[in-house]
């Protein structure tokens, strides 16, 4: 816990809070207004559950009986939340030639709230583990892809409804299709479709072109993916840079100053197109994203796309620190 103390008065008063308060994470002070604060505390242990809950239902590939009922989940799991719920259901097209029954989860808290901040991660898991140098077809867990931005999420939607109200509006998108990409070793690349801007990033795509809600905007968002991993690191991605970067310095100083610089590296490490890159774009609100990523070996982790990419490569710690940094930053935030 960080704390900046502007006079002696607001030390005694900090003091006199933190005796009679249980919960030592929840106190904050905002240093725009030295007022105290009050941020709730993550639970990482409730974060893992429910990254372990969408792996047992199986590899969430889209058309698959394990997807349906993991969208089914969110869905039920976001309303005993207390959100407003709206699934955008459409039909996404593959490389391959496939065509998907997608659905793009949107979950609202504090709609009359004008100033609003969206949150998103992706739920779907690729449907082949092309990087695995002896199972390149298998389908596979995708713990660390898909679920534990979902993960992170949820647990914030646990907060948010068990907690004091923070001074923004939020929403929670869980986008769909985004991992049925091409093979990064296919040579023979086949043309987009009209109106589809790549094979990825289907679920933001269409969202950013056909919002849930008429003249939606936020003031910005964060993209959480591939957030869970052991000895993760999150570097200043340049797409976010280019489009955000007052919400990259928003984030990573909030993350330094709970002391958590280890982990949020304060330079930048190459661009990645995500599915911020088309909230950004085409959806027209600034957001970053929250991504792992190796430098050493330029990827996001020897498991990324493989059949590795289970519970075992799941960390409490990883959850619990982006999980915190990103309760601080929306708990912090003025109407």
């Given at each position: 816990?960080?704390?900046?103390?502007?006079?002696?008065?607001?030390?005694?008063?900090?003091?006199?809070?933190l005796?009679?308060?249980?919960?030592?994470?929840?106190?904050?002070?905002?240093?725009?207004?030295?007022?105290?604060?009050?941020?709730p505390?993550?639970?990482?242990?409730?974060?893992?559950?429910?990254?372990?809950?969408?792996?047992?239902?199986?590899?969430?590939?889209?058309?698959?009986?394990?997807?349906?009922?993991?969208?089914?989940?969110?869905?039920?799991?976001?309303?005993a939340?207390?959100?407003?719920v709206?699934?955008?259901?459409?039909?996404?097209?593959?490389?391959?030639g496939?065509?998907?029954?997608?659905?793009?989860?949107?979950?609202?808290?504090?709609?009359?709230?004008?100033?609003?901040?969206l949150?998103?991660?992706?739920?779907?898991?690729?449907?082949?583990?092309?990087?695995?140098?002896?199972?390149p077809?298998?389908?596979?867990?995708g713990?660390?892809?898909?679920?534990?931005?979902?993960?992170?999420?949820?647990?914030i939607?646990?907060?948010?409804?068990?907690?004091d109200?923070?001074?923004?509006?939020m929403?929670?998108?869980?986008?769909?299709?985004?991992?049925?990409?091409?093979?990064?070793?296919?040579?023979?690349?086949?043309?987009l479709?009209?109106?589809?801007?790549?094979?990825?990033?289907?679920?933001?795509q269409?969202?950013?072109?056909?919002?849930?809600?008429?003249g939606?905007s936020?003031?910005?968002?964060?993209l959480?993916?591939?957030v869970?991993?052991?000895?993760?690191?999150?570097?200043?991605e340049?797409?976010?840079?280019?489009?955000?970067?007052?919400?990259?310095?928003?984030?990573?100083?909030?993350?330094?100053?709970?002391?958590?610089s280890?982990?949020?590296?304060?330079?930048?490490?190459?661009?990645v197109?995500?599915?911020?890159?088309?909230v950004?774009?085409?959806?027209?609100?600034p957001?970053?994203?929250?991504?792992?990523?190796?430098?050493a070996?330029?990827?996001?982790?020897?498991?990324?796309?493989?059949?590795?990419?289970?519970?075992?490569?799941?960390?409490?710690?990883?959850?619990?620190?982006v999980?915190?940094?990103?309760?601080?930053v929306?708990?912090?935030?003025?109407?």
């Amino acid at each position: 816990m960080h704390f900046v103390m502007k006079n002696s008065l607001l030390a005694l008063l900090l003091f006199s809070l933190l005796s009679c308060s249980s919960n030592k994470e929840k106190v904050a002070i905002s240093e725009k207004t030295s007022l105290i604060i009050n941020v709730p505390a993550f639970n990482g242990d409730s974060a893992y559950h429910f990254i372990k809950k969408q792996v047992d239902f199986g590899p969430r590939i889209p058309n698959s009986t394990s997807h349906q009922k993991t969208g089914d989940f969110l869905v039920d799991q976001l309303k005993a939340y207390g959100a407003t719920v709206v699934e955008q259901n459409f039909t996404g097209e593959t490389f391959d030639g496939q065509r998907l029954k997608l659905r793009n989860i949107i979950a609202s808290y504090y709609p009359e709230k004008q100033k609003r901040i969206l949150l998103a991660a992706h739920w779907d898991t690729r449907p082949f583990a092309d990087k695995d140098a002896q199972k390149p077809n298998a389908p596979f867990d995708g713990a660390n892809d898909g679920a534990s931005g979902v993960g992170v999420l949820l647990e914030i939607a646990r907060v948010l409804h068990s907690n004091d109200t923070p001074n923004i509006g939020m929403d929670i998108i869980f986008f769909d299709g985004e991992d049925w990409g091409e093979p990064e070793n296919q040579t023979n690349h086949v043309s987009l479709p009209k109106g589809l801007d790549s094979w990825w990033c289907l679920g933001s795509q269409h969202w950013a072109k056909n919002k849930h809600k008429g003249g939606y905007s936020a003031y910005y968002g964060i993209l959480l993916d591939m957030v869970g991993g052991k000895n993760a690191r999150f570097y200043r991605e340049e797409i976010s840079q280019q489009y955000a970067p007052s919400i990259v310095d928003k984030v990573w100083n909030a993350a330094g100053t709970l002391g958590y610089s280890h982990v949020f590296v304060n330079t930048s490490q190459g661009s990645v197109t995500d599915d911020h890159y088309y909230v950004n774009t085409l959806g027209k609100i600034p957001m970053i994203d929250i991504i792992n990523f190796d430098p050493a070996n330029k990827n996001f982790g020897d498991f990324h796309h493989t059949t590795k990419d289970n519970m075992e490569v799941i960390s409490k710690e990883t959850l619990q620190i982006v999980g915190k940094t990103l309760l601080h930053v929306l708990y912090q935030e003025e109407k």
